[in-house]
């Protein structure tokens, strides 16, 4: 069975999901196909910076999230050996806030960006088995022995994408970190202000920040090999719950009581993975009218929050690259029309390659260097962190957030 579609996107998480409502909003169809039979809300939250909430105006969906979140007016970061202060830096200026940061259940954003979409743009339990040429048109073979064939191929579908893997992009490398996860609600309010607080050093990088008045999110990056941690552990909450009280309880009692709260349900454990960044400047990350947005373009350590963001970023981009092709009428008399769309079409995503190379490459590094010296266990780096380098890192931090992708509008 074969169908025709003008835009298959591949993966329905927060990249696959903004891109199809970001392609709707501008009056485009397209359609997304996920492996799974509903959608999947792994994880438990994450931050949203500045550039993501613009992305999300320009959904349109920005408002609704902003309800059910509270704004964090600061960050605050401390010494993960003593327990000392380092640096604290205010979002907010004369009662305004000057970088919008929240923290938003990774539910509540799938699930938004989901209602907003046409009924049947989502194709549940339509696993990619291949890509295959046809002319300029690319045949997706569906595992469950369908095809579908289409003109604009969108791989939204995370680390271990098989469009990227198409594509001939390298496999994301393992950083050599993981990070433990948690997620804690209060039947009553939890009483912490709206702050990040983070703590630096000696292998690892913890902290938390509050959702909304009864949730917080919390989080433990480490070096395995630097904290000796027993990779078999990797799969027992327990474990998990018991290694980030050990690091933590000598120098955070707030984040020791929140993680004693936390069900064992609620924490989970991964390797942290990178796509090199030289990959992502120079390899492919298009062929003619096949792209790739999200983290199957740029898998990143978390050190900077701006995984979502900057995968909410392309989206919008993608949108109006394809926007400008799609919707313009046909000009040139001497072109066939099906030629001169296909044209069309790849200069549009050359557009959005352009802009996104350069910005992913400058993201994944920034990251990483940002876990490196707020991890770091090395006396030279701690002294460095301590008196110079953790505003260097805040700082590049809001500089990388205050981004702005646009409106989305075509010009």
Same mark, same amino acid.
């Given at each position: ?12 998480? &927060? ?13 485009? !169809?397209?359609?997304?196909? *996920? ?13 949203? #910076?500045?550039?993501? #909430? ?38 907010? *200026? @004369? ?9 938003? !259940? ?8 989901? @209602? ?6 989502? !194709? ?9 040429? $046809?002319? /300029? ?16 191929? %969108? ?16 496999? /994301? ?63 027992? /909450? ?20 929140? &993680? ?17 960044? #030289? @990959? ?8 003619? @009218? ?8 740029? /898998? ?9 963001? $900057? ?18 009428? %046909? ?9 001169? *769309? ?43 962190? *301590? ?6 890192? &805040? ?17």
């Amino acid at each position: 069975m074969e169908r025709e579609e003008n835009i298959v996107i591949v993966g329905a998480g &927060i990249a696959g999901l903004a891109t199809c409502l970001a392609l709707h909003r501008l009056g485009l !169809r397209s359609i997304v196909l *996920e492996s799974a039979d509903s959608l999947r809300a792994t994880g438990f939250a994450l931050a949203l #910076w500045t550039n993501a #909430w613009r992305a999300l105006d320009a959904l349109g969906i920005g408002d609704s999230l902003r309800q059910r979140s509270l704004s964090i007016t600061g960050f605050k970061s401390f010494s993960a050996d003593s327990g000392a202060p380092i640096k604290e830096v205010s979002l907010v *200026e @004369n009662n305004r806030v000057q970088y919008e940061s929240r923290c938003v !259940r990774r539910k509540d954003l799938l699930e938004t960006l989901a @209602n907003e979409l046409p009924q049947g743009a989502i !194709r549940y339990s339509s696993k990619v088995d291949s890509i295959e040429e $046809s002319g /300029p048109m690319k045949l997706v073979h569906l595992a469950d022995g369908s095809t579908i064939k289409t003109k604009v191929l %969108i791989g939204c579908d995370g680390v271990n994408s098989v469009v990227a893997n198409w594509l001939g992009l390298q496999k /994301p490398v393992n950083s050599g970190r993981s990070a433990i996860r948690g997620f804690v609600e209060y039947p009553d309010k939890h009483g912490y202000q709206p702050m990040f607080h983070a703590y630096f050093g000696g292998g690892v990088r913890f902290g938390f920040l509050p959702s909304d008045d009864k949730s917080l999110y919390w989080f433990c990056t480490f070096t395995p090999s630097v904290v000796h941690f027993d990779g078999n552990a990797e799969q027992d /909450p327990m474990k998990l719950k018991q290694f980030v009280l050990n690091k933590a309880g000598n120098v955070c009692k707030e984040l020791s009581t929140i &993680i004693e709260r936390t069900t064992l349900d609620c924490i989970s454990c991964a390797q942290l993975k990178l796509r090199l960044p #030289w @990959n992502v400047l120079l390899g492919n990350i298009l062929r003619n @009218n096949v792209c790739v947005v999200g983290d199957a373009l740029h /898998p990143m350590t978390p050190d900077l929050g701006q995984g979502g963001c $900057s995968a909410l970023e392309d989206s919008v981009v993608i949108a109006k690259c394809l926007g400008e092709a799609l919707i313009k009428p %046909i000009t040139d008399g001497r072109i066939e029309q099906e030629d001169e *769309e296909f044209m069309k079409i790849r200069k549009g995503l050359e557009k959005y390659a352009k802009e996104r190379r350069w910005r992913s490459f400058i993201i994944i590094s920034a990251a990483y260097l940002s876990g490196f010296i707020q991890e770091s266990g090395s006396k030279v780096i701690s002294f460095l962190r *301590e008196h110079f380098l953790a505003g260097v890192t &805040i700082s590049v931090t809001l500089r990388i957030a205050n981004f702005d992708c646009g409106k989305l509008a075509v010009s």
